[in-house]
């Protein structure tokens, strides 16, 4: 079953009493795990087993209400002989159950016997996360949306708690900009959205930054550079790896700055490819210093293999080398 049509169900009050909810995207599921309970009526009750399911339901008294219960990855109702599909439909009666798998094994018995009742929360397109996020905090431009879904991984539960970051920072210090109330706000809400990114209130998880680190060191851009450095480390980027990289990119950016003829492929070895990222790199340092920098790589290599430099220096090392 897809999400379009759980809602269908939820707008008709067709609810199946027996769903599982599967998929990375676990604010959508909240909301429409509230939405049945406010469609049905019903308190929604967490519980670690469905033998506490069982047991509540058995227990009930005369005046005691119908609940809409809720389980996380329940080893028991997954593994169990005796716990079968219409065993738990025939004891829910008027009561509902939510099963919420963090992963599901479409080659276990359980997911095979319950492929209908499945629905699986996608992570939502960048399309409809621009209409959340304009929704929740508008004139927000484009551009600033865009780094928000990148940085928060197309996450919205994660996009929302930035969100609810940058309302109450803005209501705070809106007092404190009122010349750009003249705009409806539009500057300062942007303005507000680069400050919290850039101190790190909005969080911003490390990435494979090794392309952008050799990017950075061919350019000269220092600053850059140190900081992809970091970014590379968190990820647990291998020093030989980066080594490796730089010492390929550095030595095409020499082919191709001190080439002179007409035929660079043929006479360097190197791919259309390799020499359309080389080109943005020329003359950024002169032919000397690319053979300083690619004698240092070999040096801080050999220091690594025999044991003359720490791995964890070796990368600094040859940044304050070379830059």
């Known amino acids: ?186 500057y300062w809400r942007n303005e507000c959205f680069q400050h919290l990114l850039e101190d790190g209130t909005i969080y911003q998880p490390p990435y494979d930054a090794i392309f952008d680190l050799v990017d950075a060191i061919l350019d000269r851009r220092v600053n850059k550079a140190f900081d992809l450095l970091q970014q590379s480390y968190a990820v647990g980027e291998a020093t030989m790896v980066m080594l490796s990289v730089l010492y390929n990119n550095a030595k095409a950016v020499l082919q191709v700055q001190s080439y002179k003829g007409d035929n660079l492929s043929k006479a360097t070895g190197l791919t259309g490819w390799q020499i359309k990222n080389a080109k943005p790199h020329v003359r950024k340092y002169s032919d000397k210093e690319l053979i300083h920098m690619m004698q240092m790589i070999q040096k801080v290599e050999s220091g690594i293999k025999t044991g003359q430099i720490e791995d964890e220096i070796a990368m600094p090392y040859l940044l304050v080398s070379v830059l």
């Open 1 to 186: 079953m897809d999400v379009s049509t759980l809602k269908a169900k939820i707008k008709s009050k067709q609810i199946p009493h027996y769903l599982i909810f599967t998929g990375p995207e676990w604010k959508v599921q909240q909301i429409y795990i509230q939405q049945i309970a406010k469609v049905l009526g019903l308190e929604v009750v967490y519980l670690d087993s469905y033998s506490e399911v069982y047991s509540k339901i058995r227990s009930r008294t005369l005046t005691s209400s119908s609940k809409l219960f809720l389980l996380r990855d329940d080893i028991e109702i997954q593994s169990s002989d005796k716990i079968t599909t219409q065993r738990i439909t025939d004891s829910l009666r008027d009561n509902f159950l939510i099963h919420i798998l963090t992963t599901t094994d479409k080659r276990k018995k359980y997911y095979k016997e319950n492929q209908d009742r499945i629905v699986d929360f996608e992570p939502l397109s960048d399309n409809a996360l621009h209409k959340y996020i304009d929704k929740e905090f508008f004139l927000l431009s484009k551009e600033n949306r865009q780094k928000l879904i990148d940085v928060c991984e197309h996450d919205y539960g994660r996009i929302l708690l930035e969100i609810d970051k940058l309302k109450r920072y803005t209501d705070v210090t809106w007092a404190q900009r009122a010349e750009h109330e003249r705009d409806g706000g539009m």
